[in-house]
């Protein structure tokens, strides 16, 4: 079963949303999908920085691969 936006990515994004709405809204498809590359760089940060940044809780490393896969896929709605 590919990963769905609607059942996988937006209920794990949807906590982050309030704090990131100024930007873009991490419940809408459209802006997530257009900023998938983004996103994936910044919750998956190579330098040891966490994003979310405190006090929010960082992403699960589960959820961040499933986001790659994601995209991987096409970034399906």
Not at 14 to 41: F, H, Q
Not at 49 to 67: E, G, K, T
């Amino acid at each position: 079963m590919s990963t769905s936006f609607a059942r996988d990515i937006a209920p794990f994004l949807a906590p982050y949303r309030d704090n990131m709405v100024w930007r873009l809204d991490l419940t809408d498809y459209e802006a997530v999908k257009a900023n998938a590359s983004l996103i994936y760089t910044n919750i998956s940060p190579t330098d040891g920085s966490q994003m979310p940044p405190p006090p929010l809780p960082p992403m699960r490393p589960i959820d961040v691969a499933m986001f790659n896969s994601w995209m991987t896929e096409g970034c399906p709605p």
